[in-house]
């Protein structure tokens, strides 16, 4: 079982606030996931409250055994019968206190509420100190994202044994989250995208009727989600190619060419260099490479973090991005070309960044 302390003190040793008040809506808040490790339930309305060195759960009878035994053991869980009971057991917990809250999620009513019940002597948003510490992932997490990692790169070593002429974008993205369910996911991190020939050319392309037809490109761009940790992974394939067709030594040339600006990518990513920095290296030999044929067909950001979001907090590897990339931080390496009319590839792997670089899981 996973110990919290680490992540308390990462975050509290950003912030003055004395108190950290997480509270789920309909919706669970991502920050109350990666302090309590629940996964699994919709623990609505539930609050966390989080001290420097531990922290106090009050949530519904109903939920009460499941937090009990899923819960680090640093996390007091105490059972309310009713809402009016959870407001009443904030008030000794909160009153004189200066409290943080995730200021990106919690709605003003509830702010108000909090605020009028609990008397605290201030409430401030705290959620760039709740960012900075889980963008950095430690060793549990780690392990987790690699799991659904290896996951979906399970599935992707069988679902080429599915491939066949006639089948559509939509029944070959079923049968891929099919495959990762087999293998293991608790579900797909997002929805599988998957794209048939010129299709492939819309990075976001929502897979539809369209049939495969040979000497195409196939590309599939899934996640698993395990234990509540996302993976995101894209491969791109060339159904029954004509070797000896101008088709197929395209699409081949532009396969090579991001396979190698992935690889450049990777190159630079370790820590201390700034985020931008692998993109524009992945970019930069895309655009001159083969006398500049591909040049501004690389349109879109080189990768993004990854954790118990598929999107996770934290910064992207993409233009603009001035932040040093860090030890233990993880991220989305994926360049593209994408040509309208023809089709598009694109390679994506996770990457974890060690002390000597970045090392794809």
Not at 21 to 50: C, P, V
Not at 96 to 114: D, E, H, Q
Not at 164 to 186: N, P, Q, W
Request: proline share 4%; hydrophobic share 35%.
């Amino acid at each position: 079982m996973m110990s919290i302390a680490p992540r308390l003190e990462r975050i509290f040793s950003n912030t003055d606030a004395e108190r950290i008040l997480l509270m789920n809506t309909t919706q669970k808040d991502s920050y109350f996931t990666y302090l309590t490790g629940l996964y699994a339930g919709s623990f609505e309305s539930s609050i966390l409250i989080a001290h420097r060195k531990k922290a106090e759960l009050i949530t519904t009878v109903l939920e009460y055994d499941v937090a009990k035994r899923m819960c680090p053991k640093e996390i007091d869980v105490i059972a309310a019968e009713s809402r009016s009971k959870t407001m009443e057991l904030l008030k000794g917990r909160l009153m004189g206190k200066a409290v943080g809250i995730n200021g990106t999620f919690l709605p003003v009513n509830l702010y108000r509420s909090i605020r009028k019940t609990g008397k605290p002597k201030r409430m401030t948003d705290v959620s760039k100190a709740l960012a900075s510490a889980r963008q950095i992932k430690d060793w549990p997490e780690v392990e987790l994202i690699g799991i659904a990692n290896n996951i979906v790169k399970k599935a992707f070593s069988k679902i080429t044994g599915n491939f066949r002429v006639g089948i559509t974008e939509k029944e070959l993205a079923s049968e891929f989250e099919s495959l990762m369910k087999k293998y293991g996911a608790d579900e797909p991190s997002f929805e599988t995208i998957v794209c048939f020939g010129a299709n492939s050319a819309v990075p976001h392309h929502v897979p539809g009727r369209t049939k495969l037809e040979p000497n195409s490109f196939v590309l599939i761009d899934a996640g698993a989600r395990y234990l509540g940790y996302c993976s995101d992974v894209t491969r791109t394939f060339i159904f029954k190619p004509d070797m000896k067709s101008d088709k197929y030594r395209r699409m081949l040339e532009m396969y090579n060419t991001v396979k190698e600006a992935q690889e450049i990518a990777l190159k630079s990513i370790r820590p201390g260099v700034r985020c931008e920095v692998p993109h524009n290296k992945a970019m930069e030999y895309i655009n001159k490479v083969h006398n500049g044929i591909y040049k501004g067909r690389f349109i879109h950001g080189l990768g993004h973090s990854l954790g118990i979001d598929v999107h996770d907090v934290g910064p992207n590897l993409s233009p603009g991005y001035k932040e040093k990339i860090q030890e233990n931080m993880v991220f989305s390496d994926e360049p593209g070309i994408y040509i309208e009319g023809f089709g598009g590839v694109r390679i994506e792997d996770d990457v974890l960044v060690t002390k000597s670089g970045g090392k794809f899981l």
